[in-house]
């Protein structure tokens, strides 16, 4: 019963946030790019300066794909390449104050809660509050 109960909590979660309150085509059109493009762009806002490797790693993508997404925000002047400074042969990635900000629009659609989030009565968000930092091993 446990397991069963789990699995349908979670399948609850994924769609409640993949497929109901799935805001990734809202935060696409703002910033006029994929979300693979998004993704990047906050993870160096983020993590700060990453190496292509780091980035690639953190995007689950293969290396020339990485580079086609860097290229991208490079032209739009959201990030910039860099030579590592103790490895030549590196290239590090910084996000631009342009990016920065096109990060913090992105984090500010992407983080509005849905409206049956906000509907809950104060002490069941409290408790899923309380219950999913304990998932997240807060």
């Known amino acids: 019963m446990t397991t069963q109960t789990a699995s349908r909590a979670w399948q609850a979660m994924r769609s409640l946030v993949l497929e109901q309150h799935d805001r990734r085509a809202e935060v696409c059109q703002a910033l006029d790019m994929s979300f693979?493009?998004?993704?990047?762009?906050?993870k160096l806002a983020t993590y700060g300066p990453l190496t292509m490797r780091e980035l690639t790693d953190m995007l689950a993508t293969d290396k020339p794909y990485t580079t086609l997404v860097v290229d991208f925000l490079e032209d739009r002047g959201l990030v910039e390449r860099t030579r590592h400074p103790e490895d030549r042969r590196c290239k590090i990635v910084s996000v631009t104050a342009q990016g920065a900000a096109e990060a913090a629009k992105a984090d500010a659609i992407i983080n509005v809660p849905p409206a049956p989030l906000l509907a809950l009565p104060a002490q069941d968000l409290a408790e899923l509050d309380r219950i999913l930092g304990t998932l997240a091993g807060d």
Do not use: D, P, Q, T
């Open 36 to 42: 693979i493009k998004v993704k990047a762009l906050r």
